[in-house]
């Protein structure tokens, strides 16, 4: 019998295109993961009606709704639930989480961050890679800890800079790789998970 496809659930908060390879990839059957959500802090994420038009069941769960953190991440945590969701991919997905909820999902949350980490944890990562001569960047998906964009990495990829590039030409010629990207992270842990389960 084919091992059980691990629940996952994907967090956004806008245009959702690595949610979409995601999704696309859990698509074919050998693949271990199948997608059992995506769940959106922001009413306007445009990733909301891309997973509508695939048929993959979608929910806000808006920040502004709530008046702490902690409530925002409690609300968003029985959702997860809610969809039985064994592994959570954050994906473009702009809220920084507390410890409460990372350790309630440690081990089993994930995310894509656009450089080569540990350089440049945080927000503007191709200007910063631009301004510092560096002749190359990336994307890297990685395991989310408490400490921000600072878990230990699963896989990484890179992309050259050129000599005339700006942080929205980079981030475009970025896009393609960090699509290919996450989906063979996510199938990587997913795989994994799958031999643990069932020895
Ligand atoms: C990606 O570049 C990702 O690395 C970063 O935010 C962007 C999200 O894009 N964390 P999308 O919503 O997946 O299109």
Same mark, same amino acid.
């Given at each position: 019998?084919?091992?059980?496809?691990?629940?996952?659930?994907?967090?956004?908060?806008?245009?959702?295109?690595?949610?979409?390879?995601?999704?696309?990839?859990?698509?074919?059957?050998?693949?271990?993961?199948?997608?059992?959500?995506?769940?959106?802090?922001?009413?306007?994420?445009?990733? %909301?009606? !891309?997973?509508?038009? =695939?048929?993959?069941?979608?929910?806000? *769960?808006?920040?502004? /709704?709530? &008046? +702490?953190?902690? $409530?925002?991440?409690?609300?968003?945590?029985?959702?997860?639930?809610?969809?039985?969701?064994?592994?959570?991919?954050?994906?473009?997905?702009?809220?920084?989480?507390?410890?409460?909820?990372?350790?309630?999902?440690?081990?089993?949350?994930?995310?894509?961050?656009?450089?080569? %980490?540990? !350089?440049?944890?945080? =927000?503007?990562?191709?200007?910063?890679? *631009?301004?510092?001569? /560096?002749? &190359? +960047?990336?994307? $890297?998906?990685?395991?989310?800890?408490?400490?921000?964009?600072?878990?230990?990495?699963?896989?990484?990829?890179?992309?050259?800079?050129?000599?005339?590039?700006?942080?929205?030409?980079?981030?475009?010629?970025?896009?393609?790789?960090?699509?290919?990207?996450?989906?063979?992270? %996510?199938? !990587?842990?997913?795989?994994?998970?799958?031999?643990?389960?069932?020895?």
């Amino acid at each position: 019998m084919a091992a059980q496809k691990i629940k996952t659930a994907i967090l956004i908060s806008g245009r959702g295109s690595n949610m979409m390879a995601l999704v696309e990839a859990a698509q074919l059957e050998t693949y271990p993961a199948e997608i059992v959500g995506v769940i959106s802090n922001r009413p306007g994420a445009a990733g %909301l009606e !891309k997973a509508q038009a =695939l048929n993959v069941p979608t929910a806000i *769960i808006d920040h502004k /709704d709530y &008046e +702490t953190r902690e $409530s925002f991440e409690q609300a968003l945590h029985k959702q997860l639930i809610s969809v039985n969701a064994e592994l959570v991919c954050c994906a473009g997905f702009m809220r920084v989480l507390t410890p409460w909820f990372v350790s309630n999902w440690k081990g089993r949350l994930l995310n894509i961050h656009p450089s080569l %980490l540990p !350089k440049y944890k945080g =927000l503007k990562t191709h200007q910063r890679a *631009i301004e510092a001569g /560096d002749t &190359e +960047t990336g994307c $890297s998906v990685h395991w989310v800890t408490e400490d921000l964009d600072a878990g230990a990495v699963i896989l990484q990829d890179s992309v050259q800079i050129m000599p005339d590039d700006t942080a929205d030409l980079l981030a475009a010629r970025l896009l393609p790789v960090e699509l290919s990207l996450y989906p063979q992270a %996510l199938s !990587k842990v997913a795989s994994q998970m799958q031999t643990m389960l069932n020895p």
